[in-house]
């Protein structure tokens, strides 16, 4: 029912060719200033929370783009929310532009970090947040041409990788009046975002001891260490025994000081995943489990402090059709000879299998359902869809076959491989906002279908209520 409504209104919806025509020609226009910003953005690779110069760029691009910049959350210093309009509906973008530890990269097809054990934009985010910076200035400068009425917001959300950024704000009110999201991410492939992703919880559990002379006087220690060890092991033989999309990962941040001492301190930071929060909710009480039995065993105590949560995306029906409309209308591009020599190498370096077919960047797929055993990773793009009706896209900025979180990743995202990729979802976005503004009816019906769905559906966020935003949490 929901997709035939969405079909219905298709039939009157895309404005004239015309108006798409001028809102490409301006994406094109201003795409040299923003794949500039891309660029620097990525040679600032600044990790959650910490994204000064990034965020600093975007604003001072925005407001000379004519938007109104402003940093709404003090306790989210990097945070901000560029506005131009005014009365309804109102449309958002959601920018990124917060890099991962360890993989600083040359835009080279070797391994060959800019900084050793530097931080590196190896999910292209430096992409992500310029172009959707691109699609606002785009569709901003074609409003204020033809006088469309209506909200236009870009926000700039900090802390994506695991710091939950969009879910401070989200609390902090300022969604509340949205009528439509939008969003992208890189990949290597070009398509449309319909749900999906993993709802996460992650924390760290530090576990507390009795430091003693490990030889002397080992019977006076209880080992904080050993705890951790047991709880890892606890959590390896839950393996065996969890759904099938279930994902547990962990690093041991903090585990003694010396072997001779019996460590009184030691820290596990994990994360856990799962294709709804009702399933992780389960799996997340068999985990706390694990660490309150390893303090048994230990004759420990452990402290457990979550730092994210981010649920899984709610699906739009209305919304998906157009945005597959509006991406084929757009379509992919191809490598130049310099390009494609480049990925050819970057391939060479991929596991065995792992290489895509290069004619997946002039590919756009079809419009699927959510297959929920299917690879996927997590986003706090998720929260914000269970209150706005949300709908995003994916763009071929990586070298087909290249996953996110790796240096091939980076390598990728800081050269023109990724800088034209970046432009399908820029496109894809600015078109879209478009329709949107001039068929309110779609978003009538974009809010009838979250709502049908929030009847048998719940939410809630792992993340303590009054839990100010972690603008440490890497580095405690």
Known sequence: MRFSLAAFFLTALALEAQDHKQILAMVADNAPQYQRVSKQIWDYAELGYHEKRSSALLQKTLTDAGFQVVTPMTDMPTAFVASYGSGKPVIAILGEFDALPGLSQETVAIRKPVVDAGSGHGCGHNLLGSAAALAAASLKEYMEKNHIQGTLRYYGTPAEEGGSGKVYMLRAGLFKDVDVVMHWHPSDRNGVINGGALAINSAKFTFHGVASHAAFAP??????????????????FMREHVPSNTRIHYIITKGGVAPNVV?????????????????????????????????????????????????????????ATLAQKELDEVGGFTYSPEEMKFAEELQKTLPPGAGGHFEQTSEILPLRPIDPNAPAASTDVGDISWEVPTIGFTSATFVPGVAAHTWQAAASAGMSIGQEGMLVSAKSIAIMGADLFAHPEVISAARADLQAQLKVKSYKSAIPPNQKPPLDYREN
């Open 219 to 236: 019977d006076r220690g209880r080992s904080a260490l050993d705890a951790v060890m047991l709880m890892g092991n606890g959590i390896e």
């Open 263 to 319: 460590p009184d301190l030691a820290e596990i930071f994990l994360y856990a995943r799962s294709p709804t929060g009702e399933s992780l909710s389960g799996i997340w009480e068999r985990i706390v489990r694990c660490a309150n039995g390893a303090t048994m065993m230990t004759d420990t105590t452990v402290d457990i402090k979550v730092i994210s949560s981010d649920a899984n995306i709610v699906s739009n029906a209305p919304l």
